[in-house]
């Protein structure tokens, strides 16, 4: 019997509204002590940004490299990051291109245009690790806009950098949601391409 009268109580506005009330207030008054209980501080979050490497033709060069990166993703070509361009099959265990390998080719712009822009991407990659392309690609580095330096941070060598400006070259896009010529969609260089008129 006392359960049925408590329930009854319990079930009336009135006290329905104190509950609610009364929880409202915890909740206002916790969440103003806590947020004058926290300083927040909003510091200024930067990365520690690795010294970046130019390699010279002699670094280039050497043969006593124990391992080799490579462009990985190519369905039949890789580029190292000696500059070889070559046939999956011709990538030795190390990963490094061999050298002996009638296909193989090192600083190749086979499928790029005189506005830096190629076809394939590992010749992208190829043609811009070339050492005779330092210049451009310092100019380049020195151009970036505040959003390009965060994506560019993390870069450490010339490599790094000719696989990032390809994949990611602004140039090549028009509004940001086509290809300026579809053709030639991989771009290293800074000079900016014409529209290629639609056939």
């Known amino acids: 019997m006392w359960y049925a009268a408590l329930l009854r109580f319990i079930r009336r506005r009135l006290v329905l509204g104190i509950i609610f009330a009364?929880?409202?207030?915890?909740?206002?008054?916790?969440?103003?002590?806590?947020?004058?209980?926290?300083?927040?501080?909003?510091?200024?979050?930067?990365?520690?940004?690795?010294?970046?490497?130019?390699?010279?033709?002699?670094?280039?060069?050497?043969t006593n490299e124990i391992s080799c990166r490579n462009s990985l993703q190519g369905k039949s070509i890789l580029v190292d990051d000696?500059?070889?361009?070559?046939?999956?099959?011709?990538?030795?265990?190390?990963?490094?291109?061999?050298?002996?390998?009638?296909?193989?080719?090192?600083?190749?712009?086979n499928s790029c245009n005189e506005s830096s822009c190629c076809i394939m991407f590992e010749y992208c990659v190829s043609c811009c690790i070339d050492p005779t392309k330092r210049s451009m690609l310092e100019i380049v580095l020195s151009k970036l806009s505040a959003d390009e330096?965060?994506?560019?941070?993390?870069?450490?060598?010339?490599?790094?950098?000719?696989?990032?400006?390809?994949?990611?070259?602004?140039?090549?896009?028009l509004h940001e949601n086509s290809y300026k010529n579809p053709a030639h969609k991989y771009c290293f260089g800074n000079s900016v391409l014409e529209k290629k008129p639609p056939d």
């Open 22 to 62: 009364s929880s409202l207030t915890y909740c206002i008054v916790s969440f103003l002590r806590e947020g004058n209980g926290r300083h927040m501080v909003y510091q200024d979050i930067s990365l520690e940004r690795k010294p970046f490497v130019w390699r010279t033709l002699q670094e280039h060069n050497e």
């Open 82 to 109: 000696r500059g070889y361009v070559c046939q999956r099959e011709d990538v030795a265990k190390n990963g490094c291109c061999n050298i002996d390998s009638e296909h193989t080719t090192r600083y190749s712009c």
């Open 149 to 173: 330096k965060v994506l560019f941070h993390s870069i450490s060598d010339d490599y790094e950098l000719c696989m990032t400006k390809c994949r990611t070259s602004s140039h090549s896009v």
